[in-house]
Every structure is written in structure tokens, then in C-alpha cells.
């Protein structure tokens, strides 16, 4: 499995150009290479997918014009940070568009204040915040869990998402609930299955394991099987002791 780190692709142009490599300070960059199903490597792949291997990628950084009203989103949330007086470059780290979908990669400490011009301001109007889907990348050294929040505006019918990253020594990001309540389950639950810390959430606790299970089993390092598993009354023995398949 590969152990590559991050790297990090220069800035190219000014911000006020909007050139290409406006925000890339971080760039696309092949994370692992992935094999099996669920990437085990301790021989507990019982899945009979060992034979398979997927590499996983960062989206690269886009290029202006991103096309569509993607430009005017990103104009005006560059618009509203240096009307309050933040740089621009030290809260988006990229823009991607990879798949025709717009993502604001930015650092965690600005989410909130992001995620309110998103809902306030008159020309953005998302609406809704669809949750949080966390990510587990143990070779992106760093930077290892990542925040994915997508948006949704009614009135625009467009889509969008944030995302933000953390490293596994300080898995803290700050809550989105005080702008957007319906996130709270969703941070719940990240918070159990992986392990992001949302700050200022107003009751973070498991929502799926018992409270006092030890780790969070979404982790890509989590072992895999050794616990037996009893569903009305039939039981299904841990993964690690399952036949393997061939």
C-alpha cells in the first residue's frame, strides 16, 4: 500500500486575476492504492474481491472560469471574506469541479462562518445543508479525516459542498448546527463512526455503537471482524474466522 503523503501544488497568479491555480495549495494526488474490497491486509478479506485494487485520488484544483454559476459562487464568498476583512487564501485551499460538481475545499476553523454566507446571503441561498459524510485517508499524512458537507439551495435549484480536513492527532472541526440544526444527527454519527470531534455541538455522543465502545470502526485502520454478531437469534461469526473465498 502506498505511503505517499499530500503534496503541495505552488500558487500560480494573483487573486484578484482569478487566473488558473487561484487556490492550490492543495493538489490532486494519489492518496493509496487500494486492494480488496475493503482494502484489508492481514489475510481477513473474506469478501472474494482480494484479486481487485482501486486508487484513491484527491480531486485536482480547478481553473478559472469553472464554468457556470460556479464562478459567482466563489465570487461572492471571496466578496464576503474580504468584506470582513479575512484573506481569501488563508480559508479556501482549492475549488474543484471534478465531475461537474462545484467543491470549496477550505480550512476547518472558517466552516461556520462559510457555511453562513452560504445560507444568508441573498445571491447564494442554500437553504439546506444535506449532513456531513466523513472520510478516512491514513496516508494523507495530516490531513487524515476529511468533512464533506454538501448544500442544496431551493431557490437556485444548485448544489454544492464544503469540505474540510483534520489530522488524526486533533480530529476537531467545528459544528455546523448552530447554523444549520439539521446537521446535528448526521455530526452524531460521524463523530461515532469515525471520530471527527465537532466543537460546539450541543450534545455529541454516539448515535449507532454503545457508549462505551472503545474506536470508531469506519476508520480505514479499524480492524476488521472479531466480533460476533447476533441478529434474531441467528448468529454470524467474526469476519476473521469466516471461510475464505477463492
Not at 485551499?93 to 446571503?121: M, N, W
Not at 454519527?189 to 465502545?213: C, K, Q, T, Y
Amino acid at each position: 500500500m502506498s505511503e505517499e503523503e499530500n503534496g503541495v501544488v505552488p500558487v500560480g497568479g494573483d487573486l484578484a486575476e482569478a487566473g488558473s491555480g487561484e487556490f492550490a495549495s492543495v493538489g490532486a494526488e494519489r492518496v493509496t492504492t487500494r486492494t480488496g474490497m475493503w482494502g484489508v491486509r492481514d489475510g481477513g478479506d473474506t469478501t472474494g474481491f482480494s484479486g481487485g485494487s482501486t486508487v484513491a485520488m484527491i480531486a485536482p484544483p480547478a481553473s478559472r472560469p469553472y464554468g457556470g454559476w460556479f464562478d459567482e459562487v466563489v465570487d461572492i464568498i471571496i466578496e464576503l471574506l474580504e468584506a470582513d476583512g479575512i484573506d481569501p487564501q488563508a480559508v479556501i485551499e482549492k475549488v474543484s469541479t471534478e465531475h461537474d460538481q462545484l467543491v470549496i475545499f477550505i480550512k476547518r476553523d472558517y466552516l461556520p462562518r462559510v457555511a453562513k454566507y452560504l445560507r444568508d446571503d441573498q445571491d447564494l441561498r442554500f437553504e439546506m445543508c444535506l449532513g456531513v459524510s466523513a472520510v478516512h485517508y491514513p496516508e494523507d499524512k495530516g490531513r487524515e479525516l476529511h468533512g464533506y458537507f454538501p448544500f442544496f439551495s431551493i431557490t437556485h435549484n444548485r448544489l454544492i459542498a464544503l469540505e474540510a480536513t483534520a489530522p488524526e492527532q486533533d480530529p476537531h472541526m467545528p459544528s455546523l448546527v448552530s447554523v444549520y440544526p439539521g446537521d446535528d444527527w448526521p455530526e452524531r454519527e460521524a463523530f461515532d463512526l469515525m471520530g471527527i470531534i465537532f466543537d460546539g455541538h450541543p450534545g455529541l455522543a454516539r448515535s449507532v455503537m454503545p457508549e462505551d465502545w472503545v474506536g470508531h470502526p469506519q476508520r480505514k485502520d479499524y480492524p476488521l471482524g472479531g466480533i460476533p454478531v447476533e441478529y434474531k437469534g441467528a448468529v454470524i461469526p467474526p469476519a476473521d474466522t469466516r471461510r475464505e473465498y477463492n
